[in-house]
């Protein structure tokens, strides 16, 4: 196991050092409004922590929205695939994933995002398990690390766990409150986003059926686990669900995956706002509207822009379509 | 080894994998193919896969089908994997 540790201090190193730059940075703010030596102080060091870290993941939630920007383009052929592949589950997916790849569009957020977070979080778990030693770590001092990991927050401190309370009542209050603001705010992030945003034929089979049920028994499970998290990390925890939930409630508004609820929402909310400048309600609901012309005129005839349908039609459906301009000079054509 | 990283994965994919949905810009899903990775490869080349894989995996990535290539040495086919049975090439 020698080896792996080292790949694992090699990789953790340099995180222990980003962690507490980041924390010590946002305390020397903080402490000088409210003291180092106070809780809050701390508190909102982690919060400080845990914002700066979303907010250097930017860059990429923004180009994952902008791949994923045409995705109602893609939903004809994605239907295809669906008619086509539907029976089978494996090669829909192959098939899909591949029109992903050729159009350069995809909804997917990539792993990147999680990868980069949780050894952060795990640095923060280590720093603070460290702390409560007395050993800083990084550009932590002993001393700051004593300060830091005794920071008083409710008769507790910011290293006490639910299970390492000391017998103190309201530090396991402080610590079941997280854990359900912890658990709440994962849960009711899946949950906006399976019932939002994903389109109906998602969510029946026996696999969206297992994915109903992990959406009701992991937050039990995190919750139990959450009582041997210490306070400081379950205010990383939370804070950054909450971060993550703000996200994801900006895409379904702005950005909703086609065939949904949130798209269906969206599409009320544009007429909504045609109308109310004035405009037509088809302005509102371009998507289809726009893509009929382009689709079934290929080649119009010189003269057909002018006309008022320039659709190609054969004479038989000229005929049954629109009797009534001129029925004398049509039928006077087929003698 | 090779059976406490399979654990591990299987771990993962069981616990904290389906809190974030879908979020892979591949099939199979970064950790779907580490398993098989691992499964197939053994330990240190199926995690050197996986680790390249999982460097792939960025919104910079165009995504799509990539399966965990085939063992190259020929062996008998009760040790190949599921997905590699009548698997076409996707891209």
């Given at each position: 196991?020698?080896?792996?540790?080292?790949?694992?201090?090699?990789?953790?190193?340099?995180?222990?050092?980003?962690?507490?730059?980041?924390?010590v940075g946002w305390h020397k703010v903080f402490?000088?409004?409210?003291?180092?030596?106070?809780?809050?102080?701390?508190?909102?060091?982690?919060?400080?922590?845990?914002?700066?870290?979303?907010?250097?993941?930017?860059?990429?939630?923004?180009?994952?929205?902008?791949?994923?920007?045409?995705?109602?383009?893609?939903?004809?052929?994605?239907?295809?695939?669906?008619?086509?592949?539907?029976h089978d589950r494996e090669r829909l997916t192959?098939?899909?994933?591949?029109?992903?790849?050729?159009?350069?569009?995809?909804?997917?957020?990539?792993?990147?995002?999680?990868?980069?977070?949780?050894?952060?979080?795990?640095?923060?778990?280590?720093?603070?398990?460290?702390?409560?030693?007395?050993?800083?770590?990084?550009?932590?001092?002993?001393?700051?690390?004593?300060?830091?990991?005794?920071?008083?927050?409710?008769?507790?401190?910011?290293?006490?766990?639910?299970?390492?309370?000391?017998?103190?009542?309201?530090?396991?209050?402080?610590?079941?409150?997280?854990?359900?603001?912890?658990?709440?705010?994962?849960?009711?992030?899946?949950?906006?986003?399976?019932?939002?945003?994903?389109?109906?034929?998602?969510?029946?089979?026996?696999?969206?059926?297992?994915?109903?049920?992990?959406?009701?028994?992991?937050?039990?499970?995190?919750?139990?686990?959450?009582?041997?998290?210490?306070?400081?990390?379950?205010?990383?925890?939370?804070?950054?669900?909450?971060?993550?939930?703000?996200?994801?409630?900006?895409?379904?508004?702005?950005?909703?995956?086609?065939?949904?609820?949130?798209?269906?929402?969206?599409?009320?909310?544009?007429?909504?706002?045609?109308?109310?400048?004035?405009?037509?309600?088809?302005?509102?609901?371009?998507?289809?509207?726009?893509?009929?012309?382009?689709?079934?005129?290929?080649?119009?005839?010189?003269?057909?822009?002018?006309?008022?349908?320039?659709?190609?039609?054969?004479?038989?459906?000229?005929?049954?379509?629109?009797?009534?301009?001129?029925?004398?000079?049509?039928?006077?054509?087929?003698? | 080894?090779?059976?406490?990283?399979?654990?591990?994965?299987?771990?993962?994919?069981?616990?904290?994998?389906?809190?974030?949905?879908?979020?892979?810009?591949?099939?199979?899903?970064?950790?779907?193919?580490?398993?098989?990775?691992?499964?197939?490869?053994?330990?240190?080349?199926?995690?050197?896969?996986?680790?390249?894989?999982?460097?792939?995996?960025?919104?910079?990535?165009?995504?799509?089908?990539?399966?965990?290539?085939?063992?190259?040495?020929?062996?008998?086919?009760?040790?190949?994997?599921?997905?590699?049975?009548?698997?076409?090439?996707?891209?």
């Open positions: 196991m020698g080896f792996l540790g080292d790949i694992g201090s090699f990789i953790m190193t340099p995180l222990y050092y980003l962690v507490s730059v980041v924390l402490g000088a409004v409210f003291g180092a030596e106070s809780g809050i102080s701390w508190v909102l060091s982690i919060i400080g922590l845990t914002l700066v870290i979303r907010a250097a993941l930017i860059p990429l939630f923004v180009k994952q929205i902008k791949s994923s920007r045409n995705m109602q383009l893609l939903q004809p052929k994605v239907k295809e695939l669906q008619k086509k592949y539907g192959q098939e899909t994933m591949a029109l992903y790849r050729e159009t350069g569009t995809n909804p997917f957020s990539s792993c990147l995002p999680l990868i980069v977070q949780m050894p952060i979080f795990l640095a923060l778990f280590r720093l603070l398990s460290k702390a409560a030693g007395g050993h800083g770590h990084g550009v932590l001092t002993d001393h700051d690390a004593n300060l830091f990991a005794h920071a008083p927050i409710f008769g507790g401190t910011i290293s006490s766990s639910f299970t390492k309370s000391s017998g103190e009542v309201s530090v396991q209050i402080v610590a079941i409150c997280l854990v359900i603001a912890m658990t709440a705010t994962t849960f009711l992030t899946q949950r906006q986003l399976m019932s939002k945003n994903m389109p109906a034929d998602a969510l029946s089979g026996p696999y969206a059926q297992q994915q109903k049920m992990l959406l009701y028994v992991l937050p039990l499970v995190f919750a139990v686990g959450g009582i041997a998290f210490p306070i400081g990390v379950l205010l990383y925890w939370t804070t950054s669900n909450l971060w993550t939930m703000g996200q994801q409630f900006y895409v379904i508004r702005n950005n909703p995956a086609p065939n949904t609820e949130a798209f269906r929402a969206k599409e009320r909310r544009d007429a909504e706002k045609a109308r109310r400048h004035g405009h037509t309600p088809e302005a509102g609901t371009p998507a289809t509207e726009t893509q009929d012309p382009s689709s079934e005129t290929p080649k119009p005839a010189p003269g057909a822009a002018k006309r008022q349908q320039p659709k190609k039609q054969s004479r038989s459906q000229r005929r049954t379509a629109k009797p009534k301009p001129k029925p004398t000079t049509e039928q006077g054509e087929t003698p | 080894m090779k059976y406490v990283l399979i654990g591990l994965l299987k771990a993962y994919r069981f616990a904290i994998s389906p809190l974030y949905g879908q979020v892979c810009r591949y099939h199979p899903s970064c950790s779907a193919y580490a398993l098989e990775a691992v499964t197939v490869h053994g330990s240190i080349k199926g995690s050197w896969l996986a680790v390249r894989r999982l460097g792939r995996c960025h919104p910079w990535a165009r995504g799509g089908y990539d399966p965990v290539p085939p063992k190259r040495v020929p062996i008998d086919t009760s040790q190949q994997p599921l997905g590699h049975v009548n698997t076409t090439q996707g891209v």
